[in-house]
């Protein structure tokens, strides 16, 4: 649909035909014209059409048209392809209709499609094998993709049931259209018994014992009773570790089970929790549930090597042995006879001494790179400790020296490691230690924790240092009488949390080993679940500890029945990286190896595979949800057996239909070539006719 408009007021075009006019009428109705009469009219209109038409022109005319766009109605299928769609759905007769319906409504609308699970994906196959399904993630999808557009129905193919994402109903979602549910699986509650939840820590430590606590329910067995199983599965085969008869009181019974057990093997251990089925169960998928222990062997030996027996020793041990990883062994040095190469730790209290300055002990513990702690006092001689280490220096050259009453001095800011704002608080309270009256100094790699008050002065000498010696973790207290600081923290709090943080804290940081090896594959977690790929990490050094990955790195992974999986690490900027993809359920030992300068490097270690199996837990199809989807959003629920009469409803509630746009152009007349053309023929007619008369 076109129109003219102009800028100025319409009756202007009387005065521009008029001005055409009066041009004509002084050009060719003269009375001296010899022309013809015809000719003379030709000639005039031609003139006064085309002064008329340029006249007009300069008044701006504008061409005014409108623009039609149609947009088609969009109808958004979305079908829950997850596991418990396929145990209670005939999947082959279902997929037929769903593609009947889905081609019967793209003959009038323009359909998409959608299968979610516990991702939500586009035009895939009906697979129903899906782990979990999460209902919020595909409507939020629908929502921000097509809710600004012509959304003319949305189609939710489901059984109500989600394990993952928030609940729908509780949701609200920007949604102009229509909702139909289509109402899958079975609502019928049918005897039924399950192991619905299990709580338990993925990581315990080796020796310790850890708790699963088992949350038990059943439908419609009054009267009845089972038994509980907890099993090792390994690849040394399965063993049963804990059996229970639970008897079933009710018709709507639930229980909770907690089970303790001991971590006696390293690494991760696979258990399942089962519980025997019951004569009538429609569904005994749910029956049990497998969990995953990462067991870390990092109990640590400390050894505590005394001079002679002193209230230090046992305090240390006592506050030592409040980490359930600890293993402490007390010797004194006139009796060890041990390997001290086999402890992780080793405290040296008043040591080196005059009469014992177990000098091969100290080139052991230098040799095996040994962390270290040296707890001194008057009685150890300044030459022997300075030479035993280089964090320290003490000015006095004799054996024996007078003692000196020192209170600590926390130095701020100190970052080996941290304490808690109350034990940074309360150390300054602690009573004094009795140390050397000397001099002392820190050397250049120490990292001063504690500084010595004498009395009302603060000094800057010294107290408790920690720091990089000689290629081993170091710490040195200057001083004896930490029984006391003990003591103390019971008396005034009730408890020895502030003294055991203290030990504990320089314990952990004396025994941090750092990674030396040139070649490391690390993972984000030692257990991932069967629907989510398995990522490995690689680091490769050269000879100064650059990063390099020129070199092609390979890693053989060795899963059930020692099936191997063999794969090539890809490059990344400075490093290597593996996504191995999804793996069945298991342990797994990976070797990775690669080559640098013709020496080969290893990385072992392990990992698990659990399944995921939550569709199976819960089968009753919940579609009171879908009810209250369809009602807030008008549409309608419908069962399965219904899709047939679906592209039906939809024509028949008129609101899917196409939208229609106008747009408004203007364009000015003035850019058209056909009145350029016009004025051309007006003035070239007239021109050619009044050469033919002679008038030129």
Known sequence: MQSLTFEYPVWYLAVCALAGLGVALLLYFRADNPAPRALIWTMAVLRFLGYSLLAALLLSPLLRFVQTDREEPIVVLAQDVSESIGLETDTTAYTTQWTALRNELAESYEVVTYQFGSQVTQDGPLTFTDKQTNLDAVLTQISDVYGNQNLGAVILATDGIYNEGSNPAYREYGLQAPVYTIGLGDTTRRRDLRVSRVFHNRIAYLGDQFSIQIDLNARNASAEATTLTVTRLGEGGSRTVHTERIPIDQADFFTTREVVLDADRPGVQRYRIAVAPLAGEAVTANNQRDIFVDVLNARQKILILAAAPHPDVSALRQSLQTGRNNEVEIAYANRFTGRVQDYDLVVLHQLPSATQRITPILEVIQQAKLPVCFITG???????????????????????????????????????????????????????????????????????????????????????????????????????????????????????????????????????????????????????????????????????????????????????????????????????????????????????????????????????????????????????????????????????????????????????????????????????????????????????????????
């Open 378 to 696: 008057p009685a150890v001689p300044a030459p022997l400790l300075n030479a035993a280490q280089d964090l320290v220096t003490i000015g006095g050259g004799g054996t024996q020296v007078q003692g000196n009453d020192v209170s600590a001095r926390l130095v701020t800011p100190f970052t080996a490691f941290t304490l808690s704002d109350e034990v940074s608080r309360f150390l300054p309270a602690f009573p004094p230690l009795t140390a050397a009256f000397d001099n002392f100094s820190a050397g250049p790699g120490a990292n001063v924790l504690l500084r010595q008050r004498i009395g009302r002065v603060d000094t800057e000498y010294p107290l408790l240092v920690v720091g990089q010696d000689r290629g081993v973790r170091t710490g040195i207290l200057l001083g004896t009488g930490l029984w006391q600081w003990r003591l103390y923290d019971y008396l005034d709090g009730g408890t020895h949390d502030r003294f055991d943080e203290l030990v504990s804290q320089l314990t952990q940081y004396l025994t941090v080993q750092e990674d030396k090896r040139r070649f490391r594959v690390s993972l984000p977690e030692n257990v991932f679940a069967e629907n989510e790929p398995v990522r490995l990490d690689a680091e490769l050094y050269n000879s100064s500890y650059e990063l390099v990955n020129e070199p092609e790195a390979r890693v053989v992974l060795t899963g059930p029945d020692d099936r191997e999986y063999t794969y090539t690490f890809t490059r990344t900027t400075t490093a290597y990286t593996l996504n191995a993809g999804t793996l069945p359920v298991g342990n797994y030992r990976y070797r990775a190896t690669t080559q640098m300068n013709g020496e080969e490097l290893l990385s072992e270690g392990r990992f698990s595979v659990q399944a995921v199996e939550v569709e199976r837990y819960t089968l009753e199809a919940d579609h009171e949800l879908l009810r209250r989807l369809s009602s807030r959003y008008g549409g309608e629920f419908l069962l399965p057996d219904q899709l047939g009469s679906l592209s039906d409803r939809l024509r028949e509630s008129g609101g899917v239909k196409p939208l229609l746009f106008e747009t408004v152009n203007t364009r000015s007349i003035l850019n058209l070539w056909g009145v350029f053309a016009l004025l051309l023929a007006l003035f070239t007619g007239e021109w050619v006719l009044r050469r033919y008369t002679g008038g030129y």
